[in-house]
């Protein structure tokens, strides 16, 4: 049975950071290809960034790019996102994904964490 949990939300002001992670158990995560989204209030479940398996290949969605980073430590098989330059439309439920195919990708992810919410204030 695969766990994903995620932690490190919270509250933070403009321009702050926040690094999420997310603990896995069941499997390693270097044979998942790893991923964030997030869900805004009022609005549709949207794609973050991914890792591949092994962490090989990393996507973005345009809005995070060079503020967001994800990496993934196998030793601890957790799956960071590191968040930097926060913006208030950054605000939302951010969940963790895992899919079975090793192959980096947006959507068709097989397990869910519960989410943290993560909360910038203008």
């Known amino acids: 049975q695969v766990q994903l949990v995620e932690s490190g939300g919270g509250l933070v002001q403009t321009g702050g950071y926040l690094r999420l992670s997310c603990a896995v158990s069941g499997r390693s995560i270097s044979t998942y290809t790893m991923a964030w989204f997030r869900q805004a209030p009022q609005k549709e479940r949207e794609f973050v960034a991914s890792?591949?398996?092994?962490?090989?290949?990393?996507d973005y969605t345009d809005s995070v790019k060079g503020r967001f980073a994800i990496s993934g430590d196998i030793a601890k098989n957790t799956v960071y996102l590191q968040m930097n330059s926060l913006k208030p439309e950054d605000t939302a439920i951010y969940y963790c994904?895992?899919?079975?195919?090793?192959?980096?990708?947006?959507?068709?992810?097989?397990?869910w964490g519960q989410g943290t919410q993560v909360t910038v204030s203008s």
């Open positions: 994904a895992a899919s079975t195919t090793c192959l980096v990708q947006r959507k068709n992810y097989d397990y």
């Open positions: 890792i591949g398996c092994y962490g090989s290949i990393t």
